[in-house]
């Protein structure tokens, strides 16, 4: 055929040559930003959200220049381009109001990684604590939250920065985690509050939160208060300081079943609801 030449065939060649090496370098950069990740200092594996967005934003600029390469190289593709871009208005029009969310997600993910409302490993809580989980990647595009269930969420990077967002990590990883319970009015309430105070400031994952002012005037590492009178219980609270947010689940889970054994051993009554019911006849 005629359009079978060495000219056609040489193009083609520079074309596909150019789009493999455009692969191997994406293929390249972002292995080189994984194995960086790997052999980093430890400040780099608590924070890598700099890291991996640059990686993101460095694959995604390789492709882009390597296919516009890969089309200025041809002759008869550049002048197709050229054509497209001169008379396609309508499609252009059409291309901008499309990309609008692209570019929306884009300048969204630079926003994030630049102010840090969280970070990578964040624990937060969004969407009236429907949705919750550790932040494990931020792209160009979406933010990804893995739940405890294991599950992946995919937020368009838009949508979570108008999001009001919960973040346990954010500046102080500290949790003051909260141990309440209800006791009967029958129940020894000193005797309550000091089996209560021996359990969690005897747990291995209590740490002491207190201010010096607070050292100071002789406030116990865990205070622990009457903080209402119920229908059918006296409620206690301990305000307990734990290292994060995984402590503080697990050190709430051990405290309630300790409490649950020492209160039955010393006659102290969890309560649960009463009805009476009067049948007329």
Same mark, same amino acid.
């Given at each position: ?101 692209? #570019?929306?997600?884009? +300048?969204?993910? /630079?926003? &994030?990684? $630049? ?8 624990? =937060? ?89 607070? #050292?100071?005037?002789? +406030?116990?590492? /865990?205070? &622990?208060? $009457? ?8 409620? =206690? ?45």
């Amino acid at each position: 055929m005629d359009f079978i030449n060495s000219d056609n065939l040489l193009n083609v060649g520079i074309f596909l040559g150019i789009i493999l090496v455009t692969l191997f370098s994406a293929f390249l950069v972002n292995r080189f930003f994984s194995r960086l990740f790997r052999n980093s200092s430890q400040i780099i594996k608590n924070d890598p959200t700099n890291y991996k967005f640059l990686r993101h934003a460095l694959v995604g600029l390789v492709y882009i220049v390597g296919f516009s390469i890969a089309i200025y190289a041809v002759p008869d593709l550049r002048t197709l381009a050229s054509s497209l871009l001169a008379g396609a208005g309508i499609l252009a029009v059409a291309v901008g109001f499309a990309s609008q969310h692209a #570019l929306s997600n884009i +300048i969204s993910g /630079v926003f &994030i990684v $630049v102010f840090k409302p969280f970070r990578i490993n964040d624990r =937060l809580i969004l969407r009236d604590k429907t949705i919750s989980g550790v932040v494990e990647d931020i792209t160009l595009r979406h933010t990804v939250i893995r739940d405890f269930e294991n599950r992946r969420v995919v937020i368009p990077n838009s949508i979570i920065s108008e999001e009001l967002i919960v973040n346990a990590d954010l500046e102080d990883e500290r949790i003051l985690k909260w141990v309440d319970i209800g006791i009967s009015y029958e129940s020894d309430v000193k005797l309550a509050k000091q089996i209560l105070f021996e359990l969690t400031t005897n747990h291995p994952l209590m740490i002491d939160g207190r201010t010096p002012e607070q #050292l100071e005037l002789g +406030i116990p590492v /865990v205070v &622990i208060r $009457v903080i209402s009178l119920g229908e059918f219980s006296v409620n =206690l609270r301990a305000w307990v300081w734990v290292r994060n947010n995984a402590d503080a689940f697990a050190l709430g889970c051990d405290v309630f079943e300790q409490i649950l054994e020492r209160y039955q051993e010393a006659g102290i009554e969890i309560p649960y609801p009463h009805r009476t019911i009067v049948q007329k006849s």
